[in-house]
């Protein structure tokens, strides 16, 4: 081992202590210990106790912990090249380009690379700008998580009141940018206007149309929209609500973007596309697509206008061959392995095995699940449908029992189970038993 990280590795809990006194940590769910090891969906501390990972570590591990082809490719790649400036050219980006735009899509055929998903966002609505001409504002969701730019934050619930009292985001409020106007979400579980969940499309779609007929100056630029709200709920949109969003983004001459940051490959297919069967002009990816490396990419529509060489789109570290050719190589291992039908079945076995304990356990009020994108809200009463405040508890109680789970909702009331892709079902069925020791441990 070298010898700079042996003596990294061996740092003493003393040690640890000193050294954690100069950290600066802005966000995130702080975890009781540090962890140390992975393997797999598996992820070891530094006490050596052992968990099951449904987090993917912000849902960025699809091949899950330390994937031995991974490792060996950026061993290999890493002889020749590292990180290379945008403006020089490499096969790699070539590559990437070309694959990315093959599993895309069909109208979506060019690619633009970044180094993280926020600025992979930013990039869309640049783009949106630069094609309708003279607008000047983007349509966003309620719930809605973009990211934590001064741009990206502003678009999301974070700058708002949702949860009942503003964030951190509000330190910054006076460079938060002014580009987005709000329209309610189909949050169709939440609907309490009246019986029909499909109100709740509708009473969406003319909110939608009314903000951009009435509620903004000039013409709308794009509409941004999670296909799937991951961290405002885990709420799957609506495929007619999706239909109606692309009608009126027609009908009004503005662009519709996909936020696929969590979405790519997760819901048991490429792209939302292929689950709804509607086609963005934009679609922004990031987190996993880097297979644990940071990167993000945004594909755009034929016909459109893109990025130009003239300091339009300019990063550093934009060009990482290191992380482009880890997204190749994830490619190839998820077509392979056949990953994507994985997904669909082993998120079906959860998504399946969490709702059989509804009955046992009202305090599950609804269980949404597309692949291995699943969410399960946690209500005090199943017919008011109010927040249950034991979600921090029931999350606390899984990681004692070797499971870590996310939480989502502006409240926090939604437990994440979101493992790596290669999750099997044996390791599903280990999941579900610890999530119903840990709903007996924590609800019972």
Known sequence: MDKLLEKVYG???????????????GGGSPFTTALQTGDGIRVTD??????IDCTSQSWAL????????????VYEHMQNQSHIHQGFDTKIRYALAKKLTEIAPPHINRVSFTASSGLGIEAAIKLSLKNVEGSRKVIVLDDAYHGNSLTTAAASWTSTQASGKFTGVMNFRNGLNDLFIRVPNPYTYQWKKTNNPEDCVDYCLAAMENAIQREVVGQVAAILLEPIQASGGQIILPKRYLE????????YGCLLIFDEIQTYCRIGEWFAYNYFGVEPDIIC????IGAGFPMAAVLLRDGLKGFEMNAEELHTFANNTVSQVCALKQIEIIERDN??????????????????????????GDVRQAGLHIGVEMVADPVTKEAHPAAAKIKSTAVENGLILGTGGFRKHILKIKPPLITTPADAAEILERWEATLKASLR
């Open 285 to 288: 990816t990031g987190k996993a």
């Open 11 to 25: 740092m003493s809990a003393e040690e640890m202590a000193a050294a954690k006194e100069h950290l600066m940590v």
């Open 244 to 251: 109606g969003v692309r009608a009126l983004a027609d009908k």
């Open 46 to 51: 530094i006490n050596g106790k052992t968990y």
């Open 62 to 73: 699809y091949l899950g912990h330390a994937n031995k082809e991974i490792r060996e490719i």
């Open 339 to 364: 990953l994507l039908e994985n997904t669909r079945n082993v998120g079906k076995i959860l998504g399946d095995g969490v709702k059989s304990m509804m009955n046992a356990y009202p305090e599950i």
